[in-house]
C-alpha cells in the first residue's frame, strides 16, 4: 500500500480579485522509502499541494475535492489536534532556505527541543537534548552551534539546522520545499546529498519540490510535472529524462543548459504563464503549446500511461504524446 | 555593551543641555520679567523695581544671567518658589515627583500588562465578534475625550455612589495629628512597593534558572506577593501607620483606575497590529508545520515576537507620564508634578514652572533610553550588535 | 549619450506602470467600511461648519443666538420685544419693578441654564448662551486649526525627511537631532507655560503643534520612508540617467512618500484637536468659542456636581470633540495597513 496517497485533489484561493484554481484534480502517491520530485514553474501549485498535505492553508484556501491519504488515513477527516500528532511526527518539512523558518527570539537548541518534546511529552528533557546532539552531529554542524541565535547562523547552516529539526521525531516523510534554492551551487550539491544518504538510510520517504530540473535528476527516483496547477506528468526520472512524454516537460528539458550542448541551443518556452483566474477550459498548456489543436482547447487530456514505457507507471496529460 | 552605554550617555547630556538651553532662551524672549507684575502697582516706585532687578540679577546681560542660570542648574538650584516664598523649587519638585510617578508607574504597567494580554487575544481570534467588540472599545477609549472620561468617573463613584474620595492626595482632618509627614509616609509606601517588586523579580528568574517546570512552580510567584504584602501590611500594622497608608491608596484608586482603563485601548490596538504582523512571518507557519500546541505558537512565538513595539512604546510612555499627568493630575487634584506646573504657569510662579518643566523634559529623556535599553536587551539580534 | 535617454524614459515608464500611490490609497479609501464612516462624520461635520453663518443670517437672531456675545433670557425677549407666537410672552411677574431693578443693577445673572426648548434644541449654557450654535460655530475653529496643524506639520515633516533621507551628510545629521531634541520636548506642559506666559491663540497654538511635531516625530518617520524608496533600482536608475537631484526627488520620492505624509496628516488632526480641547478645558487658551471652552464653561461655573441633571452642559461637546477625533482616527487607521504594506514594498 502507498504511504501517501493524494486523489482527485482540488484546490482553490479566494482573493479579492476571484478565485485562484491553484490545483486541479491531482492524483498522485508514494510509496514508503521512496523520493518523488514535483517540478514546475512558480504558481504551478507544487507548494499549495505541500500546504494541503499539512493542511496548512491560509483561511482562504479551500479544497473543494479530493482525498489525502496517509497510511490508511484521510488527512483531511482529522481534528485539529489529530492532525497535530501527525504534523511532524509522521510528516516533516523543511522549509524554502530563504525563509526565517526558525523563531529569532530564542536558541536555535531551544527550537529543537521545543518540538522533540511536544511529540514526546515522557522524554526528559536531558534525553532530547542528546538527541538533539545526535541530530547535529549527522547532519555535520558543531554542537556549540545549539546555543546560538538563529541570525548567528549562515544561509548553509541555517538549512542544515532545518533538516535536523526535520529529522526530529523521525518522521515517516519529508517534504523539501525548494530546499536549497537560495544557497550557492557547492552547498546546494552537499546537502542535497546528505539529505539522501540519511533518507536511504532511515528508510524514509521525501518529496522535493523544486522548480529545478537538473537537481530533480540528481535526487528524486519518480518526477511529477505540474504545469498551472495539473500534474501533466509522471514517472520514473530516467523514462522522464530519456523520453519526456508531454510538450511541456521536453520544453523544460530543453531549457536546461548541458556542458555537453551548445549553449546557443537553450531553448525557451514561448507565451506567458497561465491566468490561474480563468485558466484555458481543455488543456491548461494548449496557448503555449507547439502541438495544440481544436481537441486541445476543448477537452482537458487525462493523465494516461504512454505508449512507450517499461513499468507502466509513465504517464502523461496530452493529446498529443511525443 | 558598554561602549554603547558611554556613547549614549554622552549624547544624553548633550541633549539635556540644548534642551535647558532652550528653554531659557523661549523664556528668555518672553516679552517682561517677573517685575512687570509690579508695573501696574502705584505703592512700587520705579526705583523699586529697579531696586529688585539688580537684587535678582536681571539688569545684567542675557548670557551673565544665562551662565548663572546653568551653573544653579547644575548644583540643583533651580530657585525660589514665587508662591510659596522662601521654599527652594527642588524642595517642592522632591515632595511631589514620587507622587506623579507612582500613579504613572503603576497606571502604565497596569494598563500595558492588561492591554497585552488583551491585544494577543484580540489577535488570535481577528473577526470573531469579541475582538470586534475590543477594537471598537479601544478605538473609543482612544478618541474620548479623556477630561471628559474622568469626569464622568469622578462623578460616578465619588460623587453618586460616594465609594471613593472626590480629589486630594489625603484626608486633611485625619491626618491633622498623624505621627508622620504625608510625605514620609508615602517614601515607606514606595519601598514596601519597590522590595516587594525586586522579590518577585529575584523568585521568578530564579525559577527560570533552575528550570523548575510545569504546574507547581506557577503558583509560587503569586505565594510570594501575597506573603510580602502580609508582612508591609504587618509591620504598618505595629508601627502604627497602617490607617494613614490605606488613607493614601484610598485616594490613589480612582485616578489610577481611570488612567489604567484609558490606556488599555492603545496598549491593545499596538500589541493586536503587533502580533498580526508576526502571523505573516515565516517562522509561525513553520511552528504550525511542527504540530507546537496553539497556546505555545500563541506566547512563545506570537506574543513574544511582538512584545518589542509595546515594550518600546511602555517605556515612551513611562516617560511621557510627567507631561501628560498635567491633565489627570488636575482633574482629580493629585498634587504630583503635572499640576505644580499648571498652577505655578498661572500663578505667575516662574522659577517653579520652569523647575517642573525641566524635570518633565529629563523624564522623558530618560523614557527614550529606557525604550533603547529594553529594545535591546528584549532581542537578541539587537543584543548582539551592541554588544559589539 | 542615447543611454542615458533610454534610461531615464524607461525609469520614467517603470513608475507609470505601477499605479500611483496616492491614487492606490483613495481606491483604498472607497472600499472601506470605516474610511467612509469617517468621512460622513467629517462631511456632517463639515456641514454644520457651513450652515451656522448662514442660520445666523436667516433664522437665529444674533442677541440671542450669538455662540460668544448672545444669550436667552427674558430680559432679552424684553429687549428685542420679540415675544410672538414662537417665544411666549414673559409670566406676569417678569414686569414687576424690582424684577427689573434687580436686573439692571447685575443681581441676576443675564442669560439662563435652560434646558431643552423649542428655540435651544439643545438647552443654553450657564450665561444663556445656546449649545446648538456654540456646537456648530465651534466646528469651523476646530476644522481650522486641524487642517492648519496637519498641513504645517506634514509639509515641513515631508519637505525636511525627504531632504535629510537624500541628501545625507550633514543636512541630515543636523535634522535627526533636532528632531530627537523635540521629541524631548513635552508637549502640553510646554503649551501651559507658554500661556501662561504669552496669548495663545488658534493660529498660534497650530505654528506651535506644527513645528514641534513637523520637526520632530515626523520628520523621523518620513525620512525612514524616503530612504527605503531611495534605495529601490529606478531612483538609483533615473540618478544615473542624469536626472537632477531636484528632479529625482520631485518625480520619484515625494509620490512614494506622500501616503504616508497624508496618513499622519489624519493622526495630526486628531492629535492637534485632543490638545486644543485640554488646553481650553483648562482655560489656558483664547478662542471665542470652542467645545473644550464649552465644557470649562460648565466646571468653571460650578455645574459639575449636577452634572447628569445639566448633561447638554457637557454631553454634546464632549461627544463633538470624541466624535470628530475619532472620524479622523478611522480613516488613518483604516489607510495604515495599505501605506504600510506599500512602505514594505517601497
Redesign the interface.
Known sequence: MALLELQDLSLHYHTGRGVISAVNQLSLALDAGESLGLVGESGSGKSSIAHAILRLLPAYAQIRQGRIYFAGRNLLDLTEPQMREVRWRQIAMVFQAAMNTLNPMYTVGAQVVETILTHEPNMSSKAARARVEELYALVGLPCTLLRRYPHEYSGGMKQRACIALALACNPQLIIADEPTTALDVIMQARILGELESIRKERGMSVIYISHDMAMMAQVAERIGVMYAGVLVEYGCTIDLLAAPAHPYTAGLLAAVPSMADDVTQLQEIPGEPVDLYAPPAGCRFYPRCSRATAQCKEQAPPLLPCRRNRDGEHKAACWHLL | MLRYLGHRLLQILV?LF??IT?TYF??QA?PGDFTSIYASNPQMTPEMIANLQARFGLNESVWVQYVRFLRNIVTGDLGVSFSEYPRPVWDIIKERLPRTFVLFFSANIISFYIGFWLGKWSAWYKGRAADKVLVTGS??L???????VA?MAL?VFS??LGWLPLNNFVDPILWSNAPLSSMQVFGYIIYAAVVTTALLILVSLLLRKKGVAGAKSRWIPPIVLGLALLSAVALFQRSGLLIYVFDILYHLLLPLFVLTFIRIGSSLLLTRDAVLAVTQEDYVLAARARGLAPAVIRNRYLARNAIHPVVTSLALSLG?S???G??TE?LFSWPGI?LT??RA??G?DYPL??G??II??IF??LG?VAADIATACLDPRLRDSIGR | MNRGRITRKSTKKLHRTSASPMREVWQHIRASKTALFGIGIILLFGFCALIHPLLMHTVWHPRLYDPVTGYDSFSSWYALGIYDAVHPAPPSWYWTPQFLSSWRTGQISLGECLAHIARHPLGTDPIGRDILSQLMYSTRAEFILGLLTAIITVSIGTIVGTAAAYYAGWVDTFFMRLA??L????????L???????DLNLVNLAIVLGILSGFGSITIIIKAQALAVKSHAYVEAARLAGGSRLWVVRKHLIPHVLPLSFLYMLFTV?AAI?TE??LS??G?LNVGCSWGLM?HTM?ASGY??S??RYWWL?LPA?LA???F??AF??IG?SLEQVVHSQRQEG
Open positions: 541633549l540644548v534642551f532652550l523661549i523664556l518672553m478605538i473609543s482612544i478618541t474620548a475625550f479623556y477630561p471628559l469626569f462623578w460623587y453618586h511621557e510627567f507631561s501628560g498635567v491633565v488636575t503635572g506646573l499648571l504657569s498661572l505667575g514652572a520652569v517642573a518643566f518633565t523634559g522623558l529623556l527614550h | 530627537d531634541l521629541m524631548l520636548f513635552p508637549g502640553i506642559p510646554f501651559i507655560v507658554l500661556s501662561a506666559m504669552m486628531t485632543g480641547a485640554t478645558f483648562f489656558l465644557i466646571s459639575l456636581a452634572s447628569i457637557w464632549g470633540i470624541t466624535l477625533c475619532a482616527y478611522l487607521r
